[in-house]
């Protein structure tokens, strides 16, 4: 992981420090800022094998990758930018286009492009995934019609894509080789999902990518509603427009049931929860109905079978080794 700041810098290098950085962290960019005295920015970029994430903050900046620069360098990538805050604007492949918080952005490397992010007061904060070219499951022509042109977060594919960005931004670090290569493998998915929604060309996606990206919308769907007793599975093949065996075919062959996914998120969000020394007075049965288990005695041999404990040891365990911890 590389990690960088602006912090410790004297003023008139955290500009052209940033600049070096980042033309070799990313893709070769020309950048200018009209207020270096008062620049300020931090980065930190995870290597994942197959696509690479960066999550970034800054205030206002320009960048320019011109067809010179592009001869000389081009790594014939994409980047997927996703606007957490801020706003500014990108010219590429004969479109002009605004964007702002909310937003998916698509970059082209191969690509002439001038842009511009934030305002000296207002920083830009972002996750920029940065994969090949040939990774993402649709020709190139079809993803081009979305280059420079920005499209919202919304339900559906686009929100999962989101939340599944955010949640690999925080937990980057922490992820083992073997766990990287799946998150990769899912992560190209959904951004083929997205884009091919975006576009109406679904139809243009391969089979497993359409199978990954449609496990993760249930999965999403799933975990929005665990607190609905009568979440099953046949509301979630009709809220998805396929049928009860091709849900369950879906889950076979991740080596689990319908049932069984459903009751573990229960279970993890229970477990959570009383160990939260927040809820400390609420009572575990509360709790339990609160993600969906309406039967006291079900709900507690299914967290011992799960977690080797019952509901009570663990939220005494949990009190008992933060006492340690503060002590």
């Given at each position: 992981?590389?990690?960088?700041?602006?912090?410790?810098?004297?003023?008139?290098?955290?500009?052209?420090?940033?600049r070096?950085?980042?033309?070799?962290?990313?893709?070769?960019?020309?950048?200018?800022?009209?207020?270096?005295?008062?620049?300020?920015?931090?980065?930190?970029?995870?290597?994942?094998?197959?696509?690479?994430?960066?999550?970034?903050?800054?205030?206002?900046?320009?960048?320019?990758?011109?067809?010179?620069?592009?001869?000389?360098?081009?790594?014939?990538?994409?980047?997927?930018?996703?606007?957490?805050?801020?706003?500014?604007?990108?010219?590429?492949?004969?479109?002009?286009a605004?964007?702002?918080?909310?937003?998916?952005?698509?970059?082209?490397?191969?690509?002439?492009?001038r842009?511009?992010?934030?305002?000296?007061?207002?920083?830009?904060?972002?996750?920029?995934?940065?994969?090949?070219?040939?990774?993402?499951?649709?020709?190139a022509?079809?993803?081009?019609?979305?280059?420079?042109?920005?499209?919202?977060?919304?339900?559906?594919?686009?929100?999962?894509?989101?939340?599944?960005?955010?949640?690999?931004?925080?937990?980057?670090?922490?992820l083992?080789?073997?766990?990287?290569?799946?998150?990769?493998?899912?992560?190209?998915?959904?951004i083929?999902?997205?884009?091919a929604?975006?576009?109406?060309?679904?139809?243009?996606?391969?089979?497993?990518?359409?199978?990954?990206?449609?496990?993760?919308?249930?999965?999403?769907?799933?975990?929005?509603?665990?607190?609905?007793?009568?979440?099953?599975?046949?509301?979630?093949?009709?809220?998805?427009?396929i049928?009860?065996?091709?849900?369950?075919?879906?889950?076979?062959?991740?080596?689990?049931?319908?049932?069984?996914?459903?009751?573990?998120?229960?279970?993890?969000?229970?477990?959570?929860?009383?160990?939260?020394?927040?809820?400390?007075?609420?009572?575990?049965q509360?709790?339990?109905?609160?993600?969906?288990?309406?039967?006291?005695?079900?709900?507690?041999?299914?967290?011992?079978?799960?977690?080797?404990?019952?509901?009570?040891?663990?939220?005494?365990?949990?009190?008992?080794?933060?006492?340690?911890?503060?002590?």
């Amino acid at each position: 992981m590389l990690e960088w700041h602006t912090r410790g810098l004297a003023v008139r290098d955290r500009f052209p420090s940033w600049r070096d950085t980042m033309s070799q962290a990313l893709v070769a960019t020309w950048l200018a800022t009209q207020q270096p005295a008062s620049f300020y920015a931090s980065a930190r970029v995870f290597d994942l094998g197959g696509l690479q994430l960066s999550a970034m903050s800054h205030n206002t900046l320009q960048a320019d990758r011109p067809a010179k620069l592009i001869r000389q360098s081009d790594p014939e990538v994409f980047q997927l930018h996703l606007v957490l805050t801020g706003s500014g604007g990108i010219t590429q492949a004969g479109r002009s286009a605004v964007f702002q918080s909310g937003q998916f952005l698509l970059i082209d490397s191969s690509r002439p492009y001038r842009g511009w992010r934030g305002a000296d007061d207002v920083p830009v904060e972002s996750l920029i995934i940065q994969f090949p070219r040939a990774a993402l499951g649709l020709r190139a022509k079809v993803a081009e019609q979305l280059v420079a042109a920005p499209f919202p977060v919304e339900g559906g594919i686009t929100g999962v894509l989101a939340g599944h960005l955010t949640q690999l931004s925080e937990n980057a670090e922490s992820l083992t080789r073997q766990n990287a290569e799946t998150l990769t493998s899912v992560t190209l998915d959904l951004i083929a999902a997205a884009c091919a929604h975006q576009l109406e060309a679904t139809g243009m996606l391969s089979p497993e990518s359409r199978r990954r990206a449609l496990l993760s919308l249930i999965h999403q769907f799933i975990r929005q509603r665990l607190g609905d007793p009568d979440l099953t599975a046949e509301t979630i093949a009709t809220a998805h427009q396929i049928s009860v065996r091709q849900l369950y075919k879906l889950f076979e062959e991740q080596g689990m049931t319908v049932a069984g996914w459903i009751r573990r998120c229960r279970l993890e969000q229970c477990r959570r929860d009383l160990a939260d020394p927040c809820q400390r007075s609420r009572l575990i049965q509360t709790i339990a109905a609160r993600w969906g288990f309406t039967d006291a005695a079900t709900f507690s041999r299914n967290f011992r079978a799960t977690y080797g404990m019952s509901p009570r040891d663990h939220r005494n365990l949990s009190a008992a080794d933060r006492a340690l911890s503060a002590s």
